[in-house]
């Protein structure tokens, strides 16, 4: 089905707080299914049996792509995987071009990019729901995964706290404003040369301020995880910033989570961890990373049925998120 004007998912603010929700629910529904081998038999089942969905990656992935792939077949449809070898895109052809030939002959774009114009330039030309794989600006299927491994553990959402220590980035951006919608408050600790994104915070702000939760932008790892529930990390150097590893590695020196750092800054005894991966042991100690506190493989196949929320709930139900 394509519908004149497609909505797409290219970010977690373009959500209501009811509507990011229900993608979970749906995420937590699909998991059920799954892990109780009762799929097959679901309504949902095949319903992209016939339709193909394409997944154009410029950039590498492990988590994004298989969860996209073994989606995409549990609901009878065909993943048409595009990489950046493979296809015309910025050599031989725009993004515009691309993006209207695509989409004249598939159902979905799964798309992973650099710059968040790439993404805003490919939905605007797509006839068809276009569903942000990452940009450098958002990951919102991590943060509906990151929604879901919280809710999981700790059951109620509202009230608790989640302290992110790391990079100022793509996966903080959607995953604060997540949490702003569902009534997790928020500590963000970055060093003092990589602040926050000023206009994504400002939205998530906003947000809190109707959700009544708090949000708290510094520069110190101690001060934020200071009663914390959760811990999140990310890697120092995301994809397109390799050229910057030295001076980064530099700037974020003190700012590994460690069970030491827990402690030491008051986290809640039963702290948890998360991480979306790929890691790395800079960011985190191998002691916190596979210990029992650590969410991450849970985490990380979350990130199916997140896709399988998000497929249904943009490619399927063409964003009637109710
Ligand atoms: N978390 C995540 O998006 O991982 P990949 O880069 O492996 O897809
Ligand atoms: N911030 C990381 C996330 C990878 C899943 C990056 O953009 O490379």
Redesign the pocket.
Known sequence: AVSPKPRHLLSIASLSPAELGYLVDRASHYRHLIKTDSFSIEAERLTLLGHTIALLFS???????V?SEVAINYLGGHPMFLGKEDIQLGVNESLYDTSRVISSMTSGIVA?VGPHSDIVGLSAASSVPVIN??CDTY?P??AIADILTIKESFKNLPGLKLAWVGDANN?LNDLATACAMSGINVSVATPSAYPVNSSVFANVRETASVSGVTIEVGHDPLAAVKHADVIVTDTWIS?GQESEKQLRLQQFAGFQVTSQLANKGGAKNTWKFMH???RKPLEVSDEVFYSDRSLVFDE?EN?LYAMLAALDGFVVKQGELE
């Open positions: 950039k590498r992935s492990t988590r994004t792509r969860s992973r794989a990452l990951h299927l991590q996966v994809m979306c991966l790929p990380a990130r």
